[in-house]
């Protein structure tokens, strides 16, 4: 197992060094040029003198593999940069911001994992029934429609025609219960995430169960003469979740990158909100930094689930 768990760790290593090549190589690619952003134009136009100056204390002069090394290993070293905007630290407003992100996409996964795995199992054990039939339009609505589009809706029904919720951001300035203000806020971008996942993690559990209760031996139990809810509950869901749980593990990723369109939509001061500033001020900077702390958080999430399927089904790690 521990083999197989640093093999996993160091396949890790050349992923993320592909995806900073990509990064920082597609970005430059654009042809942005960061002194265009520093300097207002009357300084371009009358200090080329200046600008060189700059261009040159910055590294921007250098060959672009060059640059990259340094940049990587800034990296490495902690120092994510500065934004060209604001001249902001990148590290600070990461360090402000991701817990935000964090606590977005964790509060989905739990409310779409008791959601939708428990619809799922009674969907199961009370086949084509009302809540089955219920739950499989919920399910192939909630994957159909787009991330976005439900958050549009959200905001269009609570927010603007009955004012329950708020439309945007984190905190009110003037809130003086700050837990209510924080699940009032919090409410309509959690839902709009857990919508989609719970629509996938519903048909999981939904057909995992039946394929569980359709095995012999749930038909030997039941013959043996016991109890209903024990035969559901000790035999059947717990052998159904196995499955599931990796499924679960593997929609962490989802939940991550889903994060950039939900915050943008509820300007929502996480991660992903700020990536989407810095595309749109081509601060390219931040975009690199935070596109590559993105990439990086899902590959230890697919790291994770290797290993929790490792742990779960041994025959993965010895395949490998």
């Known amino acids: 197992m521990l083999k197989f768990i640093l093999k996993k760790l160091l396949l890790m290593i050349p992923m993320l060094l592909v995806i900073s090549l990509i990064v920082f190589f597609g970005l430059q690619a654009t042809g942005i040029d960061p002194i265009n952003f520093m300097l207002s134009p009357e300084q371009l136009s009358a200090s080329p003198e200046v600008v060189e100056q700059l261009r040159e204390e910055l590294g921007l002069n250098d060959p ?35 817990p935000y992100t964090l ?35 919920l399910a192939v609505l ?45 409410f309509l971008p959690v839902a709009t995430l857990t919508i989609g996942m719970v629509a996938v993690l519903m048909r999981y559990a939904r057909n995992t169960m039946l394929d569980v209760l359709n095995s012999d031996y749930i038909k030997t139990a039941r ?10 509950l000790k035999h059947g869901f717990r052998n159904a979740m ?18 950039v369109v939900v915050e943008s939509v509820f300007s929502y001061p996480g991660i992903g909100m700020t990536m989407t500033n810095a ?25 994770m689930v290797d290993v929790l399927n490792a742990i779960m089904d041994p025959r993965v790690r010895l395949g490998e």
Not at 144 to 156: C, D, E, K, S, T
Not at 293 to 299: E, F, S
């Open 242 to 259: 196995k499955p599931v749980l990796v499924i679960l593990m593997f929609r962490i990723p989802t939940l991550i990158g889903g994060s």
């Open 142 to 186: 909630g994957q159909a429609v787009p991330q976005f589009l439900v958050g549009i809706i959200l905001i269009q029904i609570f927010s603007i025609k009955l004012g329950i919720f708020p439309a945007a951001n984190r905190v009110s300035p003037d809130a003086t219960n700050a837990f209510v203000d924080a699940f009032m806020h919090l």
């Open 103 to 137: 606590e977005l996409a964790g509060y989905s996964l739990v409310l779409s994992a008791i959601i939708g795995i428990g619809i799922g199992i009674i969907s199961a054990i009370r086949q084509n029934g009302i809540i089955d039939y219920i739950g499989r339009v």
């Open 279 to 303: 595309i749109v001020a081509n601060d390219y900077n931040v975009v690199m930094v935070t596109t590559l702390i993105i990439a990086a958080t899902m590959l230890v999430c697919s790291f």
């Open 64 to 98: 672009l593999i060059v640059q990259y090394f340094n940049w990587l290993g800034n990296m490495l070293h902690g120092d994510f940069g500065y934004s060209i905007t604001d001249g902001s630290s990148i590290a600070s407003t990461l360090a402000v911001r991701m």
């Open 223 to 232: 013959s043996k003469g016991i109890p209903e809810w024990k035969v559901y």
